[in-house]
């Protein structure tokens, strides 16, 4: 069983920044950060792959490459999302999850836990 607990959502003017975190409690070795708002589906953003050669740097959506950066301090068993410039339509709950099995997934389908979420609210 793996617990994870976001933080570091709140309300943010238009380009402004935040960092979120996730504390994961339990072993983790593909981890990722979604978002949904009430009008869409839940959207990938970027995941991480401890494993990985390529991936343990970061897997991004395209849309948010450049903006977003994905991180882990493995010492604090902690994933960051770190969003720089924001805008409205990046307002949603954000949620980061861990994959049962292995490889980076755009899926939401293919992670077993999640988080409550977190709230990021960009306002303009």
């Known amino acids: 069983q793996v617990q994870l607990v976001e933080s570091g959502g709140g309300l943010v003017q238009v380009g402004g920044s935040l960092r979120l975190s996730c504390t994961i409690n339990g072993r983790a070795g593909v981890m990722a950060w979604f978002r949904q708002n009430p009008e869409k589906e839940r959207e990938f953003v970027a995941a991480v792959d401890r494993g990985g050669r390529i991936t343990r740097n970061g897997f991004y959506a395209d849309s948010l490459k450049g903006r977003f950066t994905i991180s882990v301090d493995d010492a604090k068993n902690t994933m960051y999302l770190q969003m720089s410039n924001l805008q409205p339509e990046d307002t949603a709950v954000y949620y980061c999850?861990?994959?049962?099995?292995?490889?980076?997934?755009?899926?939401?389908?293919?992670?077993?836990?999640w988080g409550q979420g977190t709230q990021v609210t960009v306002s303009s």
């Open positions: 999850a861990v994959r049962g099995g292995v490889g980076v997934s755009q899926s939401p389908s293919d992670y077993r836990f």
